[in-house]
């Protein structure tokens, strides 16, 4: 979701201390919350050295985490908190941080603002232990003794790597680890990013090149890991405290216009939400209407979008129902009473975003011109759209009704919902080979914003980035044996496999059974996901010189049934029936080619029959036209020619239509005895090794000859060969064509419609 999609308000109710307010974004005054005074942190501090309270009483220090807790758990149980703060405080006692405040007040704040969030009491004990592992001497065993396995798992997901043991890749090969264990907890996330955002509001203690270093890091990987977990409150503050160290002159201009906004004697925006809270009113509409503003990022990219900015520019309206159903009827309404902009209009309940999204978004125009922009959402939908998956706990743990999963050992994790994008990383991280291939792949990756699905035909769905292509979809749904795909169906019509996929597209993948297949080069321009790029890149590097990802070269030789290879034949080489050569067109470069000839004394007796015409002109001789090669039960019909012959067509041929607008008459013919006949046949293929040789295969073994045939140059990876068949009996024909589709790699048989002119 994008940063105009919502506005929340600052998620944390802790101050940045005066040394980093320098630095920190100022945020409207309208933007923050209420419902709580603000937490003085230098308080904080001093009561963190008073120490750890009696035994069972809560420390003054956690009142406001408790507080925070309670509004979204009523009944939790804050034993663990407790007793989680006594240790972190005794842990951390004597160390201070940079800004010259107790250490101990780093974990509480990080703690309240995911308090504020709704975190559950699990994630709320672990975010007060996070630093105890990396920065006391407090270990992994002794937070597991004494808060349990889920707790010991969630400090040791964001715990750092040594830079001792790891050197410049410790910071790619932490993330790399939080990752992995986000897979199996994404509350391993959550705390990283309360952890961040607590950081970045105190980042002015430090030298600007390390602000700036860290905010990169920050924009790149902590802000599309927020936006992907859908935990919007913390994203959008994090790309304003961004914002203003990367870029202070446009942040300052930003503030200026917020500022003098602000201070306007009207507020269109207002004037708007009290004209629909007057129409839902009149509706019978139980809704809370609420002002937005948009946050600073969220201003400066509209002001470079529309330029001048107006009133309506600075915030939208949010407006807040109780059941799904009533956000249509809010739509309806607006839209009848008001002026609605239709282009605006996107419906993210049916179909919601990949990171839990869900809205509906639309905008009304004023007399004056101004648009507003209003955001339609339940109590729950916006809870979620603040918190992402911060609100839903842990989705991973089984219902507590359910019995414990057989086989499952200590420190296991199931994980049935993990999200696609997710899945993904995980997936591509495992072969990236080095820290900084992953480092760098990884920030590439996370830059992809947006995700589509596709559809698999057995009803299953892909989740990818926007833009990604076939290719991508292979290796998503195949991992390493995609290397064998030869072609793709998108929407049920042939595809290749460089097609870039739309949201909702179908996409039937074809796979080669050759255990030889190989990916081709050129698919690394096609592919867009990492999976896809180093699974092609760790193939091509362990096998030089491979990836042409071609059929046989034109003029190899293949090995029909039998073990008789078939060598190219001269160029005009007669049919076997004796009648006039008949050669498929081919286009150039095509390489035609015939079996071996049978020895000179059976030509005779190996000579085959054609299928019996009957032409309502006695003694006039028959032809069966090459352009389309009729066989039985065909429908057909005849045209005089010079001579006096009569060629026979199938009467969807083409050249039918031709002589038919140049007058031609028609000849009235129709099948007699249906012996042998000679067919044309079109395979449509993709191009793999052996192709050839299994096709002629296919047709040795249904009984058929081949007279001749034509294989055309490959063609972006697609191969068309032209088959002249003499079949014993024309009833064998559909039976042959279900033979050869059912070769792999190819697509489609048909006869074949020559464009020929008329004789």
């Known amino acids: 979701m994008s940063a105009?999609?919502?506005?929340?308000?600052?998620?944390?109710?802790?101050?940045p201390t005066a040394s980093a307010a320098a630095s920190a974004p100022a945020v409207p005054r309208a933007d923050r919350r209420k419902s709580r005074p603000r937490l003085d942190l230098r308080r904080l501090g001093r009561a963190a050295l008073l120490g750890p309270a009696a035994r069972g009483k809560l420390p003054d220090a956690i009142g406001h985490v408790v507080e925070a807790h309670r509004a979204h758990h009523p009944d939790a149980d804050l034993d663990p908190l407790r007793r989680a703060y006594v240790l972190a405080e005794s842990s951390h006692r004597g160390q201070m941080r940079k800004s010259g405040e107790p250490y101990i007040t780093h974990p509480l704040a990080v703690t309240l603002i995911l308090a504020e969030l709704g975190a559950e009491t699990t994630t709320l004990t672990a975010s007060l232990l996070h630093d105890t592992v990396e920065d006391t001497d407090v270990t992994l065993d002794q937070v597991g003794e004494q808060f349990g396995e889920e707790v010991r798992y969630l400090v040791d997901g964001v715990t750092k790597l040594e830079k001792v043991d790891y050197g410049a890749a410790a910071e790619p090969e932490t993330f790399r680890k939080m990752l992995v264990a986000t897979g199996s907890d994404v509350r391993v996330m959550s705390i990283k990013l309360a952890d961040r955002l607590h950081n970045m509001r105190t980042l002015g203690v430090m030298r600007p090149e390390k602000q700036a270093r860290i905010a990169k890091v920050t924009r790149d990987v902590l802000i599309p890991l927020a936006e992907r977990l859908g935990v919007q409150a913390l994203k959008t503050e994090m790309e304003d405290l961004v914002f203003a160290i990367l870029h202070p002159e446009e942040y300052e201009h930003t503030r200026e216009l917020i500022a003098a906004n602000a201070a306007r004697p009207d507020d269109?925006?207002?004037?708007?939400?009290?004209?629909?809270?007057?129409?839902?009113?009149?509706?019978?509409?139980?809704?809370?209407?609420?002002?937005?503003?948009?946050?600073?990022?969220?201003?400066?990219?509209?002001?470079?979008?529309?330029?001048?900015?107006?009133?309506?520019?600075?915030?939208?309206?949010?407006?807040?129902?109780?059941?799904?159903?009533?956000?249509?009827?809010?739509?309806?309404?607006?839209?009848?009473?008001?002026?609605?902009?239709?282009?605006?209009?996107?419906?993210?309940?049916?179909?919601?975003?990949?990171?839990?999204?869900?809205?509906?978004?639309?905008?009304?125009?004023?007399?004056?011109?101004?648009?507003?922009?209003?955001?339609?959402?339940?109590?729950?939908?916006?809870?979620?759209?603040?918190?992402?998956?911060?609100?839903?706990?842990?989705?991973?743990?089984?219902?507590?009704?359910?019995?414990?999963?057989?086989?499952?050992?200590?420190?296991?994790?199931?994980?049935?919902?993990?999200?696609?994008?997710?899945?993904?990383?995980?997936?591509?991280?495992?072969?990236?080979?080095?820290?900084?291939?992953?480092?760098?792949?990884?920030?590439?990756?996370?830059?992809?914003?947006?995700?589509?699905?596709?559809?698999?035909?057995?009803?299953?769905?892909?989740?990818?980035?926007?833009?990604?292509?076939c290719v991508d979809a292979a290796y998503a749904q195949y991992g390493e044996d995609a290397h064998a795909c030869i072609g793709a169906r998108v929407n049920g019509r042939l595809a290749t496999l460089s097609t870039v996929l739309r949201d909702g597209d179908t996409v039937q993948l074809l796979m080669g059974q050759d255990p030889a297949s190989e990916p081709s080069r050129e698919w690394l321009e096609h592919a867009h996901?990492?999976?896809?790029?180093?699974?092609?890149?760790?193939?091509?590097?362990?096998?030089?010189?491979?990836?042409?990802?071609?059929?046989?070269?034109?003029?190899?030789?293949?090995?029909?049934?039998?073990?008789?290879?078939?060598?190219?034949?001269?160029?005009?080489?007669?049919?076997?029936?004796?009648?006039?050569p008949h050669r498929p067109a081919a286009a150039d470069g095509a390489v035609p080619f015939r079996p071996a000839a049978a020895p000179a004394g059976a030509a005779a007796a190996s000579r085959p029959r054609r299928a019996d015409v009957l032409a309502d002109r006695p003694g006039a001789a028959v032809r069966l036209a090459g352009c389309c090669t009729p066989v039985p039960p065909d429908g057909i019909t005849g045209f005089a020619v010079r001579g006096g012959v009569v060629t026979v067509h199938r009467v969807e041929c083409p050249a039918v239509t031709h002589m038919k607008g140049r007058g031609r008459t028609e000849i009235g013919v129709r099948w007699g005895d249906t012996t042998e006949c000679r067919v044309t046949l079109v395979a449509e293929s993709f191009g793999r090794p052996h192709l050839l040789a299994d096709l002629t295969e296919a047709i040795a073994s249904a009984g058929v000859d081949i007279v001749s045939a034509i294989v055309e140059p490959p063609s972006q990876q697609r191969v068309r060969h032209t088959y002249t068949l003499q079949l014993p009996d024309a009833a064998r024909l559909p039976a042959l064509m279900r033979a050869m589709r059912d070769v792999a790699g190819v697509y489609d048989v048909t006869r074949a419609q020559h464009q020929a002119s008329a004789p």
């Open 268 to 469: 269109p925006l207002a004037e708007v939400a009290d004209e629909v809270r007057g129409v839902l009113r009149e509706a019978g509409l139980q809704a809370e209407v609420l002002i937005r503003p948009r946050h600073f990022v969220s201003v400066h990219r509209v002001a470079r979008k529309r330029g001048q900015l107006r009133g309506t520019d600075f915030g939208r309206l949010l407006v807040l129902v109780a059941e799904d159903a009533d956000c249509y009827g809010v739509l309806g309404e607006l839209h009848t009473c008001m002026t609605p902009v239709v282009s605006e209009f996107k419906d993210f309940i049916a179909v919601p975003k990949f990171n839990l999204y869900q809205s509906l978004h639309t905008a009304v125009a004023r007399q004056d011109g101004q648009v507003v922009e209003v955001l339609i959402r339940t109590h729950q939908m916006h809870k979620v759209a603040e918190a992402g998956v911060v609100a839903l706990g842990n989705p991973y743990a089984p219902a507590s009704d359910a019995p414990s999963s057989e086989g499952t050992t200590d420190g296991e994790r199931a994980d049935p919902t993990r999200p696609g994008w997710l899945s993904r990383l995980l997936d591509w991280q495992r072969a990236a080979p080095d820290p900084d291939t992953f480092w760098s792949t990884l920030r590439e990756d996370l830059a992809q914003d947006r995700e589509i699905t596709v559809f698999r035909p057995d009803g299953g769905t892909l989740g990818l980035p926007e833009g990604a292509t």
């Open 4 to 15: 105009e999609a919502t506005n929340p308000a600052t998620p944390g109710p802790v101050t």
């Open 529 to 580: 996901t990492p999976a896809a790029r180093i699974a092609i890149q760790r193939w091509l590097a362990t096998h030089p010189g491979g990836g042409t990802g071609t059929d046989e070269m034109p003029g190899a030789r293949a090995e029909p049934a039998g073990g008789a290879a078939v060598p190219h034949p001269a160029q005009g080489a007669a049919p076997a029936d004796g009648t006039a």
